[in-house]
């Protein structure tokens, strides 16, 4: 079947084409999927400049600088409380507090110089001994077995009115003992 078209002269016009108003035509299936993810996309965009922003402000703001506190000074007693030979344990200041044999104090930091772990004192064996890689300390703090490159650090002990005070804001890095550490009575 052919369909004849008719030919137009020479003023007439093209039909115009039937267009439907919006209101009128069905929401496709497609259209509604479409308005979907443009929609989830642009909450996205919005939600991901929202953390940029964030990130920004939270860097550019100056931090508080913490006043000196007095807690950095942490009181362990008086000299008499520690017997010779002794290693006491101050897990708030994260120190051991040693009394060597000649009568003088060393604060060891309990952190391992390897791979800052929290080295135990083991009394019966009479070292520190990492529990990661086995490093092991001896009562001075220096390096008995390694993989630790150098003995335990330091804290600054006085002893003010017969009274051990250790200042744990800024450990004492070291290589080895050296007698000049230990702090006496």
């Not at 804290?155 to 800024?170: C, H, L, P, Q």
Request: charged share 25%.
């Amino acid at each position: 079947m052919v369909k004849r078209v008719k030919k137009r002269t020479a003023g007439e016009r093209a039909p115009a084409p039937e267009q439907a108003t919006p209101a009128a035509a069905p929401a496709t299936a497609d259209e509604s999927r479409r308005g979907f993810l443009l929609k989830a996309w642009l909450g996205l965009a919005a939600v991901a400049l929202a953390e940029a922003v964030w990130v920004v402000v939270d860097f550019l703001r100056p931090r508080r600088v913490q006043a000196f506190e007095e807690s950095t000074l942490i009181v362990a007693g008086p000299v008499d409380r520690f017997e010779i030979g002794s290693v006491t344990a101050f897990p708030e200041g994260k120190f051991y507090l040693v009394r060597l044999d000649g009568g003088g104090f060393m604060a060891l930091s309990r952190v391992c110089t390897h791979l800052g772990c929290t080295v135990p004192w083991l009394a019966d064996e009479e070292r520190f001994l990492c529990p990661c890689h086995s490093s092991a300390f001896d009562i001075r703090g220096d390096v008995v077995n390694p993989p630790a490159p150098r003995a335990l650090d330091l804290f600054t002990v006085r002893i003010e009115n017969r009274v051990v005070k250790v200042d744990v804001s800024a450990p004492i890095k070291r290589q080895s003992f050296d007698p000049s550490q230990v702090t006496t009575a």
